[in-house]
């Protein structure tokens, strides 16, 4: 057991923080057994104590959307929507990554930039390439940082170098699974079709179908922008609305499943996401960067739906989950001007929703309660001029206005995390 002594905060509900100056968490075999404000109220004998002083100790943060692949094209063709922004940045990016050393080079910048911004948890597309997508889980196992990956499955409406039959996506994805799926690992697979409108039937049929066989979590995206709304209608004429068209595969809520963005989900949508307990990744940047709209997020959480935060690197130009929090609350306070009978999200909602309502995801992750996995970073904001600040003003700076430079050290289901080589 180790102890750990320092200024603690963390969001155990989304509206408050909890905050205990000078105070202890004991952690044993990678999970919190005690928080308190003093030794003697852990009552754990004479176990070691790690002192970092005057420093705030918080939750990691996850990213529970981002593109792997797309790392190399962050704060390119920011003036483009979405569907002209795929074709002609991203799917030609992706290609690349057939070639095993150019995509060793780019993921190992990757996961070390997740690492330098403290994210200890990513929910991650890699791309069509079984062996590619093979090269980035290995290299977050030997980083010691937890994510699930997906290959990413698509045939159809992409370019030829990207397109993969049914029977190929399926044998690549159960390659995969043998060699990753394993419930305590840090790493695992996530079944990835692209979106619907990348996917045949038969596509989505199997991946829906590979999802309930191996009982393995789904992730894609969901109502980002009108005009693939529209395209989706289109190609799936019989489905309700976007989200039922991936009901209907077995893709929708039936094991645990992340939809990317839901800037227009509404009505029967959003009453089957909520039915089904699916997870909402809100990508603020993204939001804005593609002119795609911005996702009610107020309207998520009053609703009581399942909310995490996301960078989608490369829609969104940075990797930085702290600066997700900030545009999070800044998305909502332009939604507030519309409608002002719905209040903007306050720091320890947006707080919570990239720690404890993100971390659910990976199990008991995101808070400092007894039984969480310890994920924290230690951050010395002495360099921004703290004095006289109070604990959470000091939290809120740092979050507006530090950066990784001011993360000193990093944990991931208790090991202490050192900067992956690249």
């Known amino acids: ?8 905060l963390f969001t155990k509900e989304k509206n408050q923080f909890e905050v205990i100056e000078n105070g202890y968490v004991a952690v044993e075999d990678g999970r919190v057994v005690r928080v308190g404000q003093s030794l003697a109220e ?19 943060m996850n ?28 799917f030609p990016e992706e290609a690349k990554y057939c070639n095993e050393e150019y995509a060793e080079r780019m993921y190992r910048r990757f996961v070390r930039d997740l ?6 948890r990513t929910v991650a597309f890699a791309t069509i390439h079984e062996q590619g997508t093979r090269l980035l889980m290995n290299l977050f196992r030997q980083a010691g940082m937890g994510a699930f990956v997906g290959k990413v499955d698509m045939d159809r409406n992409c370019p030829d170098s990207l397109v ?17 799926n394993r419930p305590d690992d840090l790493v695992r697979p996530i079944i990835t079709p692209r979106f619907i409108p990348s996917c045949t039937p038969q596509m989505l049929k199997a991946c829906g179908e590979l999802a309930k066989r191996y009982n393995l979590p789904v992730q894609s995206h969901l109502s980002e922008n009108t005009g693939e709304i529209a395209w989706v209608r289109e190609l799936e004429p019989q489905s309700k609305n976007y989200g039922d068209a991936y009901n209907r595969y077995g893709l929708f809520g039936q094991t645990p499943t992340i939809m990317a963005h839901c800037v227009w989900t509404d009505g029967e949508e959003l009453e089957l996401m909520k039915q089904n307990h699916v997870m909402v990744a809100h990508c603020p940047t993204s939001n804005l960067n ?3 709209g911005m996702a009610p997020v107020r309207r998520f959480l009053d609703e009581g ?17 702290f600066r997700m929090i900030v545009y999070a609350i800044q998305v909502s306070k332009m939604h507030y001007q519309k409608d002002r009978t719905k ?8 707080f919570w929703l990239a720690t404890k309502s993100a971390g659910q995801f990976f199990g008991k992750v995101g808070s400092f309660e007894p039984g969480y996995e310890f994920d924290a970073l230690v951050i010395d904001d002495s360099a921004l001029n703290h004095d006289n600040y109070s604990l959470l003003h000091r939290l809120e700076r740092f979050i507006y206005l530090g950066d990784d430079r001011h993360i000193v050290r990093r944990f991931c289901r208790g090991q202490e995390i050192s900067e992956p080589e690249v």
């Open 1 to 8: 057991m180790k102890i750990y002594k320092a200024n603690i």
């Open 290 to 292: 593609l002119a795609s």
């Open 115 to 120: 690492w330098r911004f403290g994210t200890m």
């Open 164 to 180: 993969q039959d049914v029977e190929s996506a399926v044998r690549a994805n159960e390659a995969l699974i043998a060699e990753f």
């Open 305 to 321: 739906m399942w909310v995490g935060l996301g960078s989608d690197i490369s829609g969104g130009h940075d990797l930085s989950i």
């Open 63 to 90: 990213d529970m959307h981002v593109h792997a692949p797309q790392y190399r094209n962050q704060g390119i063709a920011m003036d483009l929507e979405l569907i002209p922004w795929l074709n002609n940045y991203t």
């Open 343 to 350: 209040p903007f999200l306050t720091l320890p909602e947006a």
């Open 42 to 60: 852990l009552n754990v004998g004479d176990a070691e104590v790690v002192d970092f002083g005057d420093s705030l100790l918080i939750p990691a």
